[in-house]
């Protein structure tokens, strides 16, 4: 095997296994939790750390707070939707933007915006967050959220101790910005070459 078939295979080995080994330390780390609560660990919402104050017990075989009860259903949930409105809505504007970069704009044009997803894309997500806290999310919560709730609380979505938590639309429009350039980068690629071999099947008809 040549040197660089060999960094490659490393480079391509490298990510998988940082992902194993967070999702290992994660299931070391709540096995007390999963044990302790069984199947509830994962079908209910409550999350309960107990009387702190009081003697721990001892339940099958691990030292808890009396009353303590560990779900993370809500989290699981919470996760799932803001994932969900944030492909809502960056996909289709990354197709859109794509499509439009690789068929429609000039040259530079062109070359000014791929520059700026290039420097969003490689904004770290922590400043994204940062910016979410700080400024997006009392900004929703303040003046957008309320009318939102008024106008479409008869849409589940809107409505409901689950869905309507502060923050759920903040973090899908933070998630969705994050997501925009890196999306709009890789389908626009695939754009140019579906275009050069449109173009190129044109020409040799």
Do not use: H
């Amino acid at each position: 095997m040549k040197a660089d078939e060999l960094a490659i295979s490393i480079a391509s080995i490298v990510p998988v296994a940082f992902i194993l080994l967070i999702f290992g330390f994660l299931v070391f780390k709540a096995y007390p939790s999963m044990v302790y609560n069984g199947i509830k660990f994962f079908t209910s919402y409550v999350w309960n750390p107990g009387d702190i104050s009081a003697e721990p017990i001892v339940v099958r075989g691990f030292k808890v707070s009396p009353g303590a009860s560990f779900g993370i259903l809500l989290f699981l949930t919470g996760t799932l939707i803001t994932s969900a409105v944030a492909l809502l809505l960056s996909l289709p504007a990354s197709i859109f933007a794509s499509i439009a970069l690789a068929l429609y704009l000039n040259e530079r044009i062109r070359a000014v915006v791929s520059s700026a997803l290039g420097l969003f894309a490689g904004i770290p997500s922590v400043i994204y967050g940062l910016w979410g806290v700080v400024f997006l999310e009392p900004t929703l919560y303040s003046r957008v959220e309320p009318e939102m709730r008024a106008l479409l609380g008869f849409i589940p979505f809107f409505s409901g101790l689950i869905y309507s938590g502060s923050g759920i639309l903040a973090s899908s429009l933070v998630l969705a910005l994050m997501v925009f350039p890196i999306s709009t980068s890789i389908i626009y690629q695939s754009a140019v070459s579906l275009r050069d071999a449109a173009v190129n099947d044109a020409l040799a008809l």
